[in-house]
């Protein structure tokens, strides 16, 4: 069956009414679409698995139906792919398992989720939260209709990718055409569109805190906003040259540099005096990223003691969770002079990182009781509590380093991902002229409007 004449026929099975009808939100509308009765025509039933069947990705590991009207799609959908079948409940179980979802799935499967009608997107944000949170992805959604009420915009804003099969304007035109519906009814679902036009999605704009419990954290916000770069150099060059040379270039415009010392193949300790050095004339902060991931007492050793002697002169350093809760409490109890700032990684910007859902959600049971914690290196995580984003993966030239590297644009980390600060290695440090490849990234922290 064409699209043309699946429409056709839920007119005339009363799936899609005229007149005046009351909605949800104590609107007026002169249309009406209510999907449930299908269920009741299995030929349509199998008709609307066909035409959404040229549309799913090849990667979905489940099909998600939401209940009711929903759920008997999603069905047919899964028995004429052979794609297992999900449903997720209204309510949690009250007694025994407490299960939200029905059937059998695993973490980091790549979910179909199949819906009826989407309207503003809000019921389906949350479907999707629930869904996530029992580790999922989100990997496409399919709708028959989209009211064009702020749904798609909703869900492209948190980048989920949407196909409807029709839209109500779809819907109204093709009616029209085909004599289906009069001028007069035509005219007056024009009108109704138009004086409900799809609501704008305001998402507020990203603002970069001003204040912070820890002094470091303050430190950074400062030259931060003194600057107007959120920009943190990870200068992941070899010699200690290189590493100066091209922070003598970029010091005035960043607000830190990461490096990894353990990457230099001439390591002197003049090159730590020198690197201070260049950071206060340049006013920036140093950032160790050891990723430290051991046991608290070999970690305490790994800061303060070897060639590189870590803690004596790097403001911040990031750190795993994989040991639990005990790396940072080692690192709490530790009495010393001078103790760096932690961002711990909870999730990271290669393919197929391990960093799942389930995995940022055992972090953050004591992420936020750790006050050395000034805040955590994430993709699509948003930390709470005051505690700040940094996001690696960021250039504007390219996706993927082809090992495994993911990038986004700066716009994309700001805007999206809510970042407060953006790591670039090699988007800057292997620029011909580093000075001016910044100016590109500064232009456009700024156009976000952070400061
Ligand atoms: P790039 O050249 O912009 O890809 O460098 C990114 C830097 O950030 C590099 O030093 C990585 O070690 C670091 N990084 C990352 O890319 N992704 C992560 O998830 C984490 C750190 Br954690």
Redo the contacts with the bound molecule.
């Keep these: 069956m064409n699209p043309n004449s699946f429409l056709h026929a839920l007119l005339d099975i009363n799936c899609i009414r005229f007149g005046k009808f009351t909605l949800k939100n104590g609107s007026i509308s002169p249309i009406y679409l209510d999907m449930r009765n299908l269920i009741s025509y299995p030929s349509l039933m199998e008709d609307l698995a066909a035409l959404m069947m040229p549309h799913i990705s090849e990667n979905i590991d489940r099909i998600c139906g939401v209940p009711y009207a929903a759920l008997p799609m999603a069905t047919v959908v899964s028995m004429k792919t052979q794609i297992p079948l999900l449903i997720k409940r209204k309510e949690a179980k009250s007694h025994g398992t407490k299960k939200i979802i029905e059937g059998e799935y695993k973490t980091g499967d790549r979910i179909l989720l199949v819906e009826d009608v989407i309207t503003s997107g809000a019921s389906l944000i949350e479907t999707i939260d629930e869904l996530e949170k029992e580790g999922l992805i989100i990997e496409q959604i399919i709708t028959l209709v989209d009211r064009e009420q702020g749904g798609s915009s909703l869900l492209s804003s948190k980048s989920y990718a949407l196909k409807s099969l029709f839209t109500i304007s779809d819907i109204i035109n093709t009616l029209f055409k085909e004599n289906k519906i009069n001028e007069a009814l035509f005219d007056e679902l024009v009108a109704y569109l138009k004086q409900s036009p799809t609501p704008e999605i305001k998402t507020p704009k990203r603002k970069l805190p001003a204040q912070h419990a820890h002094p470091t954290a303050q430190k950074l916000l400062d030259i931060a906003h003194s600057k107007r770069s959120n920009l943190i150099a ?1 200068v ?1 060059l070899t010699t200690c040259a290189e590493v100066l040379n091209f922070l003598r270039k970029t010091g005035p415009f960043i607000c830190a540099a ?1 490096i ?1 010392v353990d990457i230099l193949v001439d390591f002197t300790t003049d090159f730590l005096r020198e690197l201070k050095q260049i950071a206060i004339e340049n006013n920036f902060l140093l950032i160790e ?1 050891r ?1 430290f991931a051991d046991i608290g007492n070999t970690q305490l050793l790994q800061l303060s003691q070897g060639i590189y002697s870590i803690a004596s002169w790097a403001d911040m350093v ?1 750190i795993h969770l994989i040991a639990g809760e005990a790396a940072l409490k080692a690192i709490k109890d530790w009495e010393t002079d001078r103790k760096p700032a932690l961002i711990p ?1 909870i999730e ?3 393919a197929g990182a391990l960093t799942d859902k389930n995995y940022v959600e055992n972090c953050t049971k004591f992420l936020y009781n750790y006050p050395d914690v000034v805040g955590t ?1 994430c993709q699509k995580f948003e930390p709470e509590k005051g505690l700040l984003k940094f996001t ?4 504007l030239a390219t996706k993927s ?1 082809n090992k495994g ?1 993911q990038y986004n644009s700066p716009e994309f980390a700001i805007s999206t991902l809510h970042s407060d600060f953006l ?5 800057l440090y292997e620029a011909a002229n580093p000075e001016i490849e910044i100016e590109k990234y500064l232009a456009a922290v700024r156009e976000c409007e952070i400061f």
Excluded at 392 to 395: E, F, K, L, Q, T
């Design positions: 990870s992941d990461k990894h990223d990723k990031t990684i990271m910007s290669s290196v690696p993966g960021v250039n380093d590297q790591i670039i290695g090699r988007g």
